[in-house]
């Protein structure tokens, strides 16, 4: 059995990775704490079962990965869905807004990484890990467990899906990728 990892040592993981897997959490679950808490259960997770990594990927990937599948699960429990229909419904509720507030709002739903948002799951992880994460293709058929072909599919219908609501000037960097 492999010795266990000490605290020094996951504490230099944490220090190493935590922003990354925060931020890919973030843009799947689009909530910070819900983002907070998945990266905590992804380092929970590793610590626990520290010994199976067998470094075929790099760690990196490797949590990325345990980060993926933790906001899948936070995407179909309950809690969340309860949590989305509550938020909208206070929004029906309490859609007095300010002038200021609107145009807030207005200015950042015109933003590329709203847009990207707003993308059904797989289309925005594909997105979301090839160009903010720098993954191969390849590292991201393994994190998701679908062939590199499928990736290549779903970056290509979410950039087709992403022309047709992006102004040209915030589209300039995938447009000939």
């Given amino acids: ?21 925060i931020r890919l959490a973030y843009f799947y679950v689009k909530d910070w704490a819900a983002a907070e808490d998945i990266m905590q259960e992804t380092f929970i997770s590793y ?14 990937t490797y949590l990325s990965k345990i ?17 989305l229909f509550s938020n909208s419904l206070g929004g029906l509720i309490s859609n007095a807004k300010s002038p ?7 200015t950042d739903q015109s933003n590329l990484t709203n847009k990207i948002l ?11 890990l090839f160009y903010y994460q720098e993954f191969t293709s390849k590292e991201i058929s393994e994190m998701l467990a679908c062939s590199e072909n499928t990736v290549k599919t779903r970056l290509r219908r979410a950039k087709d ?6 102004d040209l000037k ?6 000939d990728e």
């Fill in 118 to 128: 707003e993308l059904p799951v797989k289309y925005r992880e594909a997105i979301l």
């Fill in 47 to 60: 610590y626990r079962k520290s010994n199976q990594f067998d470094s075929r990927a790099s760690l990196k």
């Fill in 1 to 21: 059995m492999a010795a266990r990892m000490t605290d020094d040592e996951m504490k230099n993981i944490m220090d190493s990775h935590g922003e990354h897997l």
């Fill in 67 to 83: 980060t993926v599948n933790k906001c899948h699960d936070h995407l179909r429990s309950w809690r969340n869905k309860r949590s």
């Fill in 100 to 106: 200021e507030d609107t145009y807030v709002q207005q």
């Fill in 161 to 166: 899906m992403l022309r047709e609501k992006v």
């Fill in 170 to 175: 915030e589209w300039e960097g995938m447009q």
